[in-house]
């Protein structure tokens, strides 16, 4: 029944050779590239021409450590894991210093170079639209946590302890009433630095806030943005951040970084 | 802190080691343009990052809508001197509960009371 598949995964398991890509680009810059680490076995990154000025930013990887069971396996593995991950990333952020970009997911991997060529020549004018929407631009991530301070236990006073039912259900009204106050408070405030932002950028996105798994207990992320922003407006979206993160009535910790290649701006649906 | 000084950031600088690997992989496996690849791997097949996908999920964005405590660490909540004074309020709670309980029964006892009386004593 598989007889179809046959020829293509003995080639590739005999040659021991998968194509690997990163990105898509217009022209590319070749000797970056070359200095990109790339996965760990592989060759040198490189291009790979598509027709017209699009390139591919590909690596030719060992089959042994990419073909889909050791691929996957290894992805089980946390240090694997991560070391893909951020080889994918670094390679897609040397790409992108040449110019715009379009990120692929991680691990998109081709028997050859020719049938990679095949697959992505058949998207060229998803991939114009995106280079031509996404140039002179570059990703900021812009994220808004709750701070700790003020906000003490009510109902503390053990005077307070003692008395009805009512009263303490009262109390247990109060304490919720003010929870809430807060929580509407900080969503509103992030919604704002979101709306400020926005403004500056060409596009925005606001991602999933991450868990307290990732933030630590103590920190609750209440906004998660991305933001699509020109290089003439960096600076000004800069000190934008700032001044809302030294802004007490806010009371808000913001964070930001970038820039980062436009990953949030490909036209797919966050995550 | 962890605020960097984005102002300092060079354009597609060397990407610092520190940087987040939740925010790599969030954007690393967003799905973009999907170019079907000759190997084909379900990211979301991958154990490991499906639990890590879930760490990135915030209990601010759905818990509220349920009407659960979304606020995981509510800073109300999250001192060791608040959970103590919940546990203090707990305890005086069921001392008052059992009060009343030993209260209700010495009056049932003492008097076979019209039912009328029996539910004033309950309430």
């Given amino acids: 029944v598989t007889k179809a598949q046959a020829p293509a995964a003995t080639k590739a398991a005999a040659d021991g050779v998968l194509t690997c890509v990163f990105a898509v680009c217009r022209t590319g810059d070749p000797a970056a590239l070359a200095r990109a680490p790339g996965h760990r076995g592989g060759g040198s990154v490189g291009l790979l021409e598509l027709g017209g000025p699009l390139r591919a930013v590909t690596q030719d990887v060992p089959s042994s450590l990419f073909a889909e069971d050791a691929l996957r396996s290894r992805l089980e593995d946390s240090a694997e894991l991560e070391a893909c991950v951020r080889t994918h990333h670094a390679v897609v952020t040397a790409a992108a210093a040449a110019g715009p970009v379009v990120p692929l997911p991680l691990a998109t991997l081709f028997t050859e170079a020719g049938r990679a060529r095949e697959a992505l020549t058949g998207k060229r004018p998803q991939f114009t639209a995106v280079l031509d929407r996404v140039e002179g631009c570059a990703e900021w991530a812009v994220k808004v946590y709750t701070t700790q301070h003020g906000a003490g236990p009510t109902g503390s006073d053990p005077a307070e302890h003692t008395g009805s039912g009512r009263a303490y259900l009262t109390r247990v009204r109060e304490r919720e009433r003010d929870r809430h106050a807060r929580q509407d408070a900080a969503l509103t405030s992030a919604a704002r630095v979101h709306e400020a932002v926005s403004r500056l950028a060409v596009d925005s996105v606001r991602r999933r806030p991450h868990g307290t798994g990732i933030t630590g207990r103590d920190r609750v992320q209440v906004m998660n943005g991305a933001y699509l922003v020109t290089h003439a407006r960096t600076a000004e979206m800069t000190s934008l951040v700032t001044a809302m993160r030294d802004d007490p009535e806010h009371g808000l910790d913001i964070e930001a970084t970038g820039p980062w290649a436009p990953y949030s701006f490909t036209g797919g649906a966050s995550l | ?123």
């Fill in chain 2, 1 to 123: 802190m962890t605020y960097r000084d984005i102002s300092a950031a060079t354009p597609y600088g060397t990407a610092p080691v520190t940087t987040s690997l939740a925010d790599i992989l969030e954007r690393v496996l967003d799905k973009g343009i999907v170019i079907a690849g000759d190997i084909k791997i379900d990211l979301l097949d991958i154990e490991l990052l499906t639990i890590r996908l879930r760490l990135f999920i915030s209990s601010v964005e759905t818990a509220r809508k349920a009407g659960i405590d979304w606020w995981e660490t509510d800073p109300a909540l999250s001192s060791r001197a608040a959970r103590r004074a919940v546990d203090e309020e707990n305890q005086q709670l069921r001392e008052r509960v059992a009060e009343l309980e030993r209260k209700h029964e010495q009056e049932l006892d003492a008097s076979p009371a019209p039912r009328r009386a029996r539910r004033e004593v309950s309430r």
